[in-house]
């Protein structure tokens, strides 16, 4: 067992905050060269399994680990589901032949890289928000850790023979190959990706909703009234009451505009400093204020009020 195991490797994942499951076996799972040599590894690679739904998880990782005769294949295994399998900590059979690219000589990327293989058919299947963002922020945390400066592609590796990642996504369209620039800019934040913003209600619901736009500001509705929530009390006893209630806690990313124009619900009340409004408002509740004068105090147990009533009927 020579060379260096990443034993802290589900540790890096766990800290995430993502999903992770630790394959038995796997500190000490590697190819038959063992672990890394000094130095190494220097590039996270990217992968996509060829391989659909119906093998999603336990599957997968048991081919990988267990089945293919070229295993171990990849130290990681991202799921649909945006939940991670440790899989090995040394160096695994996952890039094949291929290269040079980013320092690494010819042939011989098994040996410089971290691989993840995530689960897509690779022919076009759209890939899940959560999967994605999911890579995002486990090539970012590997980066970091490990102190790799490199991520690439299958296909930037061996481009005469592979095509993966591709597929549906926010970095590719049908069964295209990934912009791997978009997806390595994303990674470059830290791990962090814009959330794409949820389309307005096609029809009015009574359902209460905690919004989050761009700007971090958020907002009350129940889909036929909106309301600006502008201090960290509102949005707390907001949440709460959510909770209690039985609605999701979790904001639905918005954007103002689509909130000022109406599309969540008519604005009662006031709105941030700078947006585009009315004067003032009558709130509903028999108060008249400003565009930037922030709800009048006590308002927020009217908010409680109104969402208890609606539930008790």
């Known amino acids: 067992m020579s060379g260096r195991y990443l034993t802290d490797l589900a540790e890096v994942c766990r800290a995430t905050g993502l999903t992770v499951h630790e394959e038995p076996g796997w500190p000490t799972r590697a190819r038959s060269s063992g672990g890394y040599s000094s130095g190494r590894p220097t590039t996270v690679m990217v992968h996509h399994t060829a391989s659909g739904p119906g093998t999603d998880g336990q599957a997968d990782v048991n081919y990988c680990c267990y089945g293919s005769a070229d295993r171990p294949i990849a130290n990681l295994y991202l799921a649909r589901t945006g939940e991670v399998w440790v899989m090995a900590a040394g160096a695994t059979n996952t890039n094949g032949k291929g290269g040079p690219l980013g320092g690494v000589p010819a042939d011989s990327m098994n040996t410089h890289a971290i691989g993840i293989e995530a689960a897509n058919g690779g022919t076009g299947e759209p890939w899940p928000t959560v999967?994605?963002?999911?890579?995002?922020?486990?090539?970012?945390?590997?980066?970091?850790?490990?102190?790799?400066?490199?991520?690439?592609?299958?296909?930037?590796?061996?481009?005469?023979?592979?095509?993966?990642?591709?597929?549906?996504?926010?970095?590719?369209?049908?069964?295209?190959?990934?912009?791997?620039?978009?997806?390595?800019?994303?990674?470059?934040?830290?791990?962090?990706?814009?959330?794409?913003?949820?389309?307005?209600?096609?029809?009015?619901?009574?359902?209460?909703?905690?919004?989050?736009?761009?700007?971090?500001?958020?907002?009350?509705?129940?889909?036929?009234?909106?309301?600006?929530?502008?201090?960290?009390?509102?949005?707390?006893?907001?949440?709460?009451?959510?909770?209690?209630?039985?609605?999701?806690?979790?904001?639905?990313?918005?954007?103002?505009?689509?909130?000022?124009?109406?599309?969540?619900?008519?604005?009662?009340?006031?709105?941030?400093?700078?947006?585009?409004?009315?004067?003032?408002?009558?709130?509903?509740w028999g108060a008249t204020i400003g565009p930037a004068a922030g709800q009048p105090a006590g308002r927020v147990d009217l908010i409680i009020q109104e969402i208890r009533g609606a539930v008790k009927s």
């Open 131 to 284: 999967q994605q963002d999911a890579y995002v922020v486990l090539v970012a945390a590997l980066q970091a850790h490990y102190g790799c400066p490199h991520a690439f592609s299958h296909f930037e590796w061996a481009p005469d023979r592979k095509i993966d990642p591709a597929g549906q996504s926010r970095y590719a369209s049908g069964g295209a190959k990934w912009n791997m620039d978009a997806f390595r800019a994303d990674v470059a934040q830290g791990g962090s990706v814009t959330p794409e913003p949820t389309p307005p209600p096609t029809r009015k619901v009574k359902m209460y909703v905690l919004l989050k736009d761009e700007g971090g500001v958020c907002w009350a509705t129940d889909n036929m009234s909106v309301r600006y929530l502008y201090n960290a009390t509102l949005i707390n006893s907001f949440t709460a009451m959510l909770r209690v209630f039985g609605y999701g806690t979790e904001p639905t990313t918005v954007r103002r505009s689509d909130v000022l124009a109406g599309n969540w619900g008519i604005v009662v009340g006031s709105v941030p400093a700078g947006a585009a409004a009315p004067t003032t408002y009558v709130d509903g």
